[in-house]
T-cell receptor, first 115, second 114 residues
Framework: AQSVTQPDIHITVSEGASLELRCNYS??????LFWYVQSPGQGLQLLLK??????LVQGIKGFEAEFKRSQSSFNLRKPSVHWSDAAEYFC?????????????FGEGTQLTVNP | DTEVTQTPKHLVMGMTNKKSLKCEQH?????MYWYKQKAKKPPELMFV???????INESVPSRFSPECPNSSLLNLHLHALQPEDSALYLC?????????????FGNGTRLTVT
């Protein structure tokens, strides 16, 4: 069965600093990987996704993520964090095209941005 | 602004009440979902409708009853809920049910069962 681990429950960074949120997955075949963001009182918004091809994927709001098969990781990065980036971030994995909507979400990482 | 609209935003109900949550999307998406999210936890899949037919039920108790009247609307009927059912209920849609179709979420209905 697929699983996702986000090792950091809570991360605090200063505005303007760089950010890396960690995500490790477990699945035998090529996974379909996603990062979603959830602001307080809101639903989840897709930041980016990886299915195949270039292992460095660009997303919205200046985020990028790198798929590393050897490390079973899909870490999210941003070179300069803005106060509006404070939110909960979820990494998710989908096993195959046929499993469709059965995404498995990680437990999330809460990001706090200090002025 | 979200393209998936959920009403109401907040709902308080007693354990003997019957209420419904509503979800609407006009993006032409053919798959619609209900998720339950407890505080500080990730969303948990409850139901999936594909082309207006129930395709996935993640062993959800029968006190939750989904309905998809047409391709744009999704309801969740609630009856005899328990306090532990208090949560944020999220609706989502996707163009298809395949994994290649990312989910578009609404802002949710915050449900409190008293």
């Amino acid at each position: 069965a697929q699983s996702v681990t986000q090792p950091d429950i809570h991360i605090t960074v200063s505005e303007g600093a760089s950010l890396e949120l960690r995500c490790n997955y477990s699945y035998g075949a090529t996974p379909y990987l996603f990062w979603y963001v959830q602001s307080p009182g809101q639903g989840l918004q897709l930041l980016l996704k990886y299915f195949s091809g270039d292992t460095l994927v660009q997303g919205i709001k200046g985020f990028e993520a790198e798929f590393k098969r050897s490390q079973s990781s899909f870490n999210l990065r941003k070179p300069s964090v803005h106060w509006s980036d404070a939110a909960e971030y979820f990494c998710a994995v989908g096993a195959s095209k046929t499993s469709g909507s059965r995404l498995t979400f990680g437990e999330g990482t809460q990001l706090t941005v200090n002025p | 602004d979200t393209e998936v609209t959920q009403t109401p935003k907040h709902l308080v109900m007693g354990m003997t009440n019957k209420k419904s949550l509503k979800c609407e999307q006009h993006m032409g998406h053919r798959a619609m979902y209900w998720y339950k999210q407890k505080a500080k936890k990730p969303p948990e899949l409850m139901f999936v409708y594909s082309y207006e037919k129930l395709s996935i039920n993640e062993s959800v108790p029968s006190r939750f009853s989904p309905e998809c009247p047409n391709s744009s609307l999704l309801n969740l009927h609630l009856h005899a809920l328990q306090p532990e059912d208090s949560a944020l209920y999220l609706c989502a849609s996707s163009q298809g049910q395949g994994i290649g179709s990312p989910l578009h979420f609404g802002n949710g209905t915050r449900l409190t069962v008293t």
